[in-house]
């Protein structure tokens, strides 16, 4: 069992930065490809980005690119999503979750953006972006 808990988020002006942080406790996270998502009031969750088990092997949705850089410390247990030139429409609850062990490359790219894959979540962390 993996429990993950999401920390960093907050309140930001339009164009500054937040990072957030997914703590894991209960297993190693070091073997387990992770994602992280968001779901903003009456929308559907939706895919943020993704990272396998090494770090080299990176996704991202198509509006996060070049705006939001996940990354890991297998040392810690920990990821993180640094996010740049925050926007309103960021406005969103964010969840990270674990994924499958053995996926890596063009098999995690699959299925990195689909919620349905994913084993474990955390609770979520608020993140509001003023104008």
């Known amino acids: 069992q993996v429990q993950l808990v999401e920390s960093g988020g907050g309140l930001v002006q339009a164009g500054g930065s937040l990072r957030l942080s997914c703590a894991a406790s209960g297993r190693s996270l070091s073997t387990l490809p992770m994602g992280w998502f968001r779901q903003a009031p009456g929308k559907e969750r939706e895919f943020v980005a993704a990272?396998?088990?090494?770090?080299?092997?990176?996704y991202y949705a198509n509006s996060m690119k070049g705006r939001f850089i996940i990354s890991r410390e297998n040392a810690k247990n920990t990821v993180y999503l640094q996010m740049n030139s925050l926007e309103p429409e960021d406005t969103a609850v964010y969840y990270c979750?674990?994924?499958?062990?053995?996926?890596?490359?063009?098999?995690?790219?699959?299925?990195?953006?689909?919620?349905?894959?994913?084993?474990?979540w955390g609770q979520g962390t608020q993140v509001t972006v003023s104008s």
């Open positions: 990272i396998n088990w090494s770090g080299v092997d990176t």
């Open positions: 979750a674990a994924g499958k062990t053995g996926f890596n490359g063009g098999l995690l790219g699959t299925v990195a953006g689909a919620d349905w894959w994913y084993d474990y």
